[in-house]
């Protein structure tokens, strides 16, 4: 085992927010992103008023750089499963952040230092090009480009507690 005065510090950290898991799945939840992170961890898990039986739960991680991307691969796979995993951006990478919704499966996007998302260059005139003259079909890319309908999906989720009450608005007509 090697000595504390061995052991690396911690290069990155981030956040696991889980906005929804079936309430038999919290054990195997924690229990893979312990194993991405090396170490047994514990969630604080509350009820989430969204989607009766399900909870919530959001826990602080530190560790190496890439651990968040081990974390939503550790996630990955299970379908009733909302969450998002961010890691902050350290000397020598950026920030990240996954996004998985039983729908629509998951989206990464690299962040900038205040947790937006940075659309690349390169992503952009695909964009562009892809749209040409067209102003909606422009909108149209830069909302996939953003990941648009995973904030759209886990806004509710994200949102929902104890504290906020959710208001469900309902098409009528």
């Keep these: 085992m090697a000595s504390p005065a061995a052991r690396q510090a911690p290069t990155a950290r981030g956040v696991v927010y889980v ?3 079936p309430r038999a ?4 939840v924690e229990w893979a992103a312990g194993r991405a992170l090396g170490r047994a961890v514990n969630f604080s898990w509350v ?13 602080y991680w530190e560790g190496d750089a890439g651990t968040g991307a081990a974390i939503a691969s ?9 969450y998002e995993v961010t890691e902050d951006p350290g000397p020598g990478s950026d920030g990240a952040r996954w996004m998985h919704t039983p729908d629509l499966g998951v989206f990464f996007a690299q962040t900038d230092s205040a947790g937006n998302i940075v659309v690349s260059e390169d992503r952009i005139r695909s ?5 040409g003259l067209n102003a ?8 996939i480009a953003l990941g648009q309908a995973w904030d759209d ?8 507690s104890d504290d906020a ?3 469900w608005l309902h098409k009528v007509g």
């Design 165 to 167: 009450a959710v208001v």
């Design 127 to 131: 964009a562009m090009e892809n749209a």
């Design 47 to 59: 009820d989430q008023p969204v989607l009766k039986g399900a909870q919530r739960a959001e826990f």
């Design 19 to 21: 906005h929804s898991s």
């Design 74 to 82: 550790a996630l990955h796979g299970w379908e009733h499963l909302r």
């Design 153 to 160: 999906e886990l806004d509710v989720f994200r949102h929902a």
């Design 25 to 28: 799945l919290c054990p195997h």
């Design 136 to 143: 909606l079909e422009l909108h149209n890319e830069l909302r």
